[in-house]
Structure formats: structure tokens, C-alpha cells
Nanobody, 120 residues
């Protein structure tokens, strides 16, 4: 059994910053991608940042230069640092991880989401 738990969401004024965290726990052998998605009301879920186990993170265009991920594999954790927040960043943010279990199989897991609200 694997769990992903996000934290760090909240209410912030435009121009402010928030740092989201996602921690994976359970039967984990290794983790491939650890990604952040978001879903705004009435919109489809979109990929915000994709962080592979090796290599650079890719970001959706709307957050480039403002959002940064950092990953700590020893703690099965990924953070999303969000700076210069805009009202259009308001959404529920979800962590998604592709986890290799002890059996050698890879599964994708989702966290429960954390609300980010940016006020004008």
C-alpha cells in the first residue's frame, strides 16, 4: 500500500509565495516521476511540473520562471515552490507519483489534493 500526502496549500495574495510538499509512503522500491497537477473549477486537470528521477523538471508554460520543484529521494518527497502567484493559479493541486513497488511493478498514485487560493 502506498500513500501520497500533499500539504502546504492555503490562501495567499497575488504576488505572494507558497510551498507545497508531497510525501510518498508505504511499499516503495523506487519512484520514477513525481509530478504536480492542478485543477481549477470548471477546468480539466493540467500538468504543472513533471520531475523525473533523473534529469530536469519540465513546466507548463504558464508557470515557467515562477514555480520550481525540488525532490528529495531519501525522503520520497517533492516540493513545489510557487512564487509570484497569480489569481489564475488558484486550483486544487495534486501530486502524482509513478512508484515501483517491491514486486517490481509500477503504479501511478494520486494524493488527495491541496487547495491553493490566490486573492487579488
Amino acid at each position: 500500500q502506498v500513500q501520497l500526502v500533499e500539504s502546504g496549500g492555503g490562501l495567499v495574495q497575488a504576488g505572494g509565495s507558497l510551498r507545497l510538499s508531497c510525501v510518498a509512503s508505504g511499499s516503495i522500491f523506487s519512484i520514477n516521476n513525481m509530478d504536480w497537477y492542478r485543477q481549477a473549477p470548471g477546468k480539466q486537470r493540467e500538468l504543472v511540473a513533471a520531475t523525473p528521477s533523473r534529469g530536469s523538471t519540465t513546466y507548463t508554460d504558464s508557470v515557467k520562471g515562477r514555480f520550481t520543484t525540488s525532490r528529495d529521494d531519501a525522503k520520497n518527497t517533492v516540493h513545489l515552490q510557487m512564487n509570484s502567484l497569480k489569481t489564475e493559479d488558484t486550483a486544487v493541486y495534486y501530486c502524482n507519483a509513478q512508484i515501483v513497488t517491491g514486486s517490481g511493478r509500477t503504479y501511478a498514485y494520486w494524493g488527495q489534493g491541496t487547495q491553493v487560493t490566490v486573492s487579488s
